[in-house]
């Protein structure tokens, strides 16, 4: 008779991956939030370009939490409908950075979540999220390059 255990994969593993997943929700809920109220309360010429382009930012990260709640929902967990606070500020160059910081965060998270997938074998979330990272870089970079900083490097913890 075949160890059925054996085929099942480990539930608990399984669970730290949705709940993390759950985590990248709420921070991409947190992003489509930020980069709505902050391209529209930016102000002054030198700041239009990029208001515009956080509008850009925010369908994206839409469609990274479409994208996330569906494998949630596919992998048997519940998609969270709360999402990490949004700091707010006055000052431009603030909520630049609070957006730069944020998605420096998530690439790292991002990075853990493809390394998580892969080891329970669920190699198409993997692709999935890779793609997502990609855009993220691209956000990153926009970022920085607004602040006129560089781009923050992304090291996992423990590597």
């Not at 539930?11 to 529209?40: H, K």
């Amino acid at each position: 008779m075949p160890d059925l255990k054996a085929e099942q994969p480990n539930n608990e593993a399984l669970q730290s991956l949705i709940d993390a997943l759950n985590e990248d929700l709420a921070r991409e809920y947190q992003a489509i939030i930020a980069y709505t109220v902050y391209s529209n309360v930016l102000s002054g010429a030198q700041w239009m370009n990029i208001a515009g382009e956080l509008k850009l930012h925010a369908a994206e990260e839409l469609q990274h939490a479409l994208i996330l709640a569906d494998q949630i929902d596919y992998l048997g967990g519940m998609p969270t409908a709360t999402p990490k606070e949004v700091k707010l500020s006055s000052k431009a160059e603030e909520m630049l950075r609070f957006d730069l910081d944020n998605e420096t965060e998530t690439i790292r998270n991002y990075r853990q979540r493809v390394k998580q997938a892969e080891a329970l074998g669920h190699y198409a979330l993997a692709e999935q999220l890779r793609k997502i990272i990609s855009q993220e870089q691209e956000h990153q970079h926009d970022l920085a390059t607004a602040l006129g900083i560089d781009v923050p490097k992304v090291l996992l913890q423990g590597a």
